[in-house]
């Protein structure tokens, strides 16, 4: 770990704390007191402050609204029984940040910003973390480019913050999937592995035709066949196969490295079953529900955590599940809260405590 940075902080002069129903906190749409924010320029990061949450003044001409050079994550903070308050995994989030950052071509941003610093400005906020089961503190660290400039070149000059978000969860209700065969989320040698922006915003239009046909979320499928499934907009997806679980592999580029996903693959071990990360074929699944061996599906992210999916369409079949009997999916979200919430041992070192 690296020296801690002094980051100064200026209070609210009153908090909106009163003003928040936490027994039905939505997803993404209430914010904290404060917010955290850096700038870089020549070269170097500088004005780190943990100030009132509040707007942005931008120029018009500022690079990121018209070129995309912005990148985020997503992470959560939990309270245990005590009212201590965690942060699951960001040294993994930080390091997939700044894996992003290089794609985008933008610096990476250091250590005793992004992790410090957070931690700091959650430990100012902490009496925002919720402590209802289901809900969380959401984390969106962030980064866009800031240049006066309208010609086509990297930025030089920066902004990265961090905000946050007492949230309830993401989706309430068993999820439709719809296998997605015409339109693509990314190819190899695209920014599919990168959380960047403008793979949330090429994904609206698809998403919204699948809506309009009655499902959550589109599944998406490889570029060149549309073969191969990869993941969903905001999850990466497992498959539970007679006693196997299968996810999507990495190795394409083309899917989000996902720190749930992590988790869960570990914690799939733990309890037994044999995980496979590799190429998933639509013919395969289908030919697994046709014999009755597709038993569960289920998707994982840092908002939707795990999502149960009753049903998945491809072409004309419409494979449908019964979620209330699933085994698997239910014994890894129990087992995944536990550690969050501090109900169970925190073996792997996932949580970070806030002082
Ligand atoms: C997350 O799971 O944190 C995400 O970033 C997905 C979505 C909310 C954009």
Redesign the pocket.
Known sequence: MMATMDIPVTKVQKSRLPEVDFDNLPFGKVFTDHMLEADYENGEWKNVQIKPYGPLTFTPAMAVLHYGQAIFE?IKAYKDAAGNAYIFRPYDNFKRFNVSAQRMQMPEVPEEIFVDGMAKLISLDKDWVPSKEDNALYIRPFMISTDELIGVRPSDKYKFLIILSPSGP?YNAPMRLMVEEKYVRAAEGGAGYAKAAGN?GAAMFPTAQAKMGGYDQVLWTDATEHKYVQECG?MNVFFIIGDTAITPDLSQGTILAGVTRMSVITLLKDMGLKVEERPLGIDEIVAAYKEGQLKEIFGT????TISYVQELKYNDIEMKFSTDSWKTAAKVKERLTDIRVARAEDVYNWMYPVK
Do not use: C, D, Q
Not at 301 to 304: E, K, L, N, V
């Open positions: 997503g993401y949330y905001t992210g840092t908002a939707a």
